[in-house]
């Protein structure tokens, strides 16, 4: 397809109303590339791409590293004496020593990127307006709009069914992606009124970009299926590896590893306000090389600041009990289950049920709000501490103390708080630095957060990619539409605000990771104005 120009001028005619250079130029991954390239065009700009490359990498290196990588930095780029300074940014090399000097693993170059960034989005966000880099950006912008039906996508095996239809490996026909598309059954959807849920779902996804929680690339509808199309984690789910491989549980690196990992996601959802309320193992998926993510969330919720909902909403034996209880309840039924996560995690049972035991749902509610669950021989001192109380004692001390990082059974005579507490105002995790408390807990101890969340941490198992991690397909019932459900017009108002085609972040990124980018984006000999771009 050929972008004309004319097009490309209505582009920039809508453009305009978004000028914003945050999400013009940092934002979306091509916009960055592009203004990136007008830069570096630029000699008078071109350190300061160099500058914002040098700090990106910065937050990759390990704790020893980045000592010397951030004196070097400084001396390149902070320092009059070098050829690379860039002398609007000098002001900050004392700080900037002092800062490293003091903990190397801080922000150490906070206020210089902000400044970089202020500098940046002046004179030349707007000269880059009326470069070849931005005309090309929007050609861009154009084929991210494009429509998206069910051509725009290869469809291969099914991976697995939920409550509305089914999930198939696809690929995207144009730039050989992988995504895992889940389909909603339009007929099912109206029988059982999930319209808000599935909206819900997918207006939550669309706003999040986190390495831990599934990311939405399309949701686009077909005749008779609404379709999100998400990241593909072909490494089966946390419940098939507790239970189908070997002895139930999983070894102690694992469980850290998947925990950190699942608290990293909890803290970036409870940031944008969302509260998850579906934390199980089946909901935690796997990918190729092992690391986790969130998904499902059909039944997020987004809590206007600091406003708490009700409602018993959840899996039965993974509900904590103040939602059990019928409570207001905000943040903390996650931190709950997360709680019964790490534990069935590590003894190869969930908390309040034995293996094989199914107990009626009112006997289920009596244990999970009155009884403590058993801690095992598998549970080591450290895991034991992070779930539950392990003397009565401290409990009386944190509630005679005033102060917000409180509790856990006595370490090094620091009182922790435990997640499986059932008072939801003792809990770890539910205090003023919410989940960042949950991090501290020595049982993260050996954890780098900061190269977890920069996803440098190799992960402790990886799945074979000769093994197929979930149910034989032939077990997995195929998906009937329902009989006597006529789908109307009222249906379409629905279906279009489901139905917005790419996310822009995640079309983008796809764009780039499969090399379409660096292959498509050309220009012409020495920097000229280019032909336009061809797909
Ligand atoms: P529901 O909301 O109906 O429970 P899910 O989102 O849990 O649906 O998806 C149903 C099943 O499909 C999951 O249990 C899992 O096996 C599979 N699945 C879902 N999302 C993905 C994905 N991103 N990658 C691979 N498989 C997935
Ligand atoms: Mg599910
Ligand atoms: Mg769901």
């Avoid at 058993?374 to 501490?385: M, N, Q, T």
Wanted: glycine share 8%.
């Amino acid at each position: 397809m050929e972008i004309e120009s004319m097009v490309a001028n209505s582009a920039l005619i809508k453009a305009r109303e978004e000028r914003d250079y945050y999400s013009l130029c940092v934002t979306q991954p091509i916009g960055k590339k592009l203004f990136q390239l007008f830069c570096r065009s630029r000699p008078e700009l071109h350190k300061f791409t160099s500058l914002q490359d040098a700090l990106e990498a910065f937050e990759t290196k390990s704790d020893e590293e980045r000592r010397e990588f951030g004196f070097s930095i400084i001396q390149k780029f902070l320092r009059s004496q070098s050829n690379q300074c860039v002398s609007t940014m000098v002001t900050h090399e004392e700080s900037c020593i002092q800062n490293l000097e003091l903990d190397p693993c801080g922000d150490v170059f906070r206020d210089c990127t902000a400044d970089l960034h202020k500098h940046l989005q002046g004179e030349p966000f707007t000269q880059y307006q009326e470069s070849m880099f931005f005309d090309r950006f929007l050609q861009w912008k154009m084929l991210e709009r494009s429509p998206i039906t069910k051509h725009t996508f290869r469809q291969y095996r099914l991976l697995g069914k939920g409550g509305f239809g089914e999930v198939w490996a696809c690929q995207v026909r144009a730039t050989g992606m992988m995504y895992a598309c889940k389909k909603l059954d339009k007929t099912h959807i109206k029988k059982r009124r999930g319209e808000g849920m599935a909206l819900n779902e997918k207006q939550i996804l669309e706003g999040l970009d986190s390495r831990f929680v599934v990311n939405l690339a399309y949701a686009y509808e077909t005749k008779h299926a609404l379709c999100m199309v998400l990241t593909m984690m072909s490494g089966g789910d946390l419940r098939f590896h507790i239970y189908n491989i070997g002895v139930p549980g999983l070894d102690k690196d694992r469980v850290q590893f998947y925990a950190a990992e699942v608290c990293c996601g909890l803290i970036h959802l409870h940031e944008k306000s969302i509260l998850y309320r579906d934390l199980k193992p089946e909901n935690i998926l796997l990918d190729d090389n092992g690391h986790i993510r969130i998904s499902d969330l059909g039944l997020a919720v987004r809590l206007s600041d600091g406003s708490l909902v009700r409602g018993r909403v959840g899996t039965l034996g993974y509900m904590a009990p103040e939602v059990i209880g019928h409570k207001h309840y905000g943040m903390s039924a996650d931190w709950w289950g997360l709680g019964c996560l790490i534990y069935e995690m590590t003894a190869g049972q969930p908390p309040f049920r034995a293996r094989g035991e199914h107990p009626k749902p009112h006997e289920m509610e009596r244990r999970i709000q009155t009884e403590r669950e058993e801690y095992g021989d598998k549970f080591s001192k450290e895991v034991k501490e992070l779930c539950a109380l392990v003397s009565p004692e401290p409990a009386r001390r944190v509630r005679e103390s005033n102060i917000n990082q409180i509790s856990v059974g006595e370490s090094n005579g620091v009182f922790l708080l435990q997640l499986l507490t059932k008072d939801p105002d003792q809990r770890l995790g539910c205090q003023s630095s919410g989940g960042r408390d949950v991090q501290s807990h020595p049982f993260f101890e050996k954890i780098n957060f900061r190269m977890l969340e920069a996803g440098v941490v190799e992960p402790p198992f990886k799945p074979d990619p000769r093994l197929v991690y979930c149910s034989d397909v032939q077990d997995i019932e195929e998906f009937s539409t329902v009989k006597g459900v006529t789908l109307d017009r009222n249906d379409n108002d629905f279906y279009s605000k489901f139905n917005t085609g790419s996310v822009p972040v995640s079309w983008q990124n796809e764009v780039i990771d499969t090399g379409c980018f660096r292959e498509l984006n050309t220009f012409g000999p020495e920097g000229s104005r280019s032909p336009d771009l061809v797909w």
